[in-house]
């Protein structure tokens, strides 16, 4: 399975996935798109966010079939390095303890960028989870960045738990 599908890979107790995704866009659309909230909120779900190291991040995700207060994301940013890396703390309800830190990695790819993606610290169950649901989020990112209609994130899901095999 190539890194734009997903790797999952597990040590120990722990999961860590890892994505990545070229794209056809500058790194600073690219960029606005992963931490503007307003264009945050239209791929991923509503957002704020602390722009700074020590800042704190909170999203609701909108696709997954659970209430907002199973949903929501928080964290504090541990990385904020424009137009380049962001990356914060995952803490949510619906993974208990082992919510993990998720990873932006941007660089410039010819004309575009390359998004590399990793959420580490994650139970092996979580991360089976997660795996499918990663995957319709970036394939959303793809779509609003290019102005396309975004997939349906459910539907993205079960097409893509069919496929994969952890």
């Known amino acids: 399975m190539t890194r734009h599908e997903g790797e999952l890979t597990v040590q120990g107790d722990l999961a860590t996935l890892r994505f990545e995704r070229r794209l056809a866009h500058a790194i600073e659309a690219v960029w606005s798109a992963i931490t ?11 957002t ?17 079939p659970y209430p907002p207060d199973r949903t929501r994301v928080t ?10 890396v962001f990356e914060h703390e995952w803490q949510q ?10 990873r932006y990695e941007l660089s410039r790819d010819g004309e575009g960028t390359l998004l590399r ?3 580490r610290g994650l139970s092996v169950p979580g991360a089976r989870g997660f795996h499918p649901g990663t995957h319709a989020f970036l394939d959303r990112l793809t779509a609003h960045l290019a102005g396309q209609p975004l997939p349906d994130w459910q539907q993205r899901y079960r ?8």
Request: proline share 10%; hydrophobic share 35%.
């Open 36 to 46: 503007d909230p307003a264009q945050r909120a239209r791929w991923m779900g509503a």
């Open 48 to 64: 704020t966010i602390d722009a700074r190291p020590g800042g704190l991040v909170e999203t609701t995700p909108n696709g997954p």
């Open 75 to 84: 964290g504090r940013i541990l990385v904020w390095d424009p137009p380049h």
């Open 93 to 102: 309800q619906i993974l208990g303890a082992k919510g993990g830190v998720v």
């Open 117 to 119: 993606f990793t959420h």
């Open 159 to 166: 097409e893509v738990a069919d496929t994969i095999t952890n």
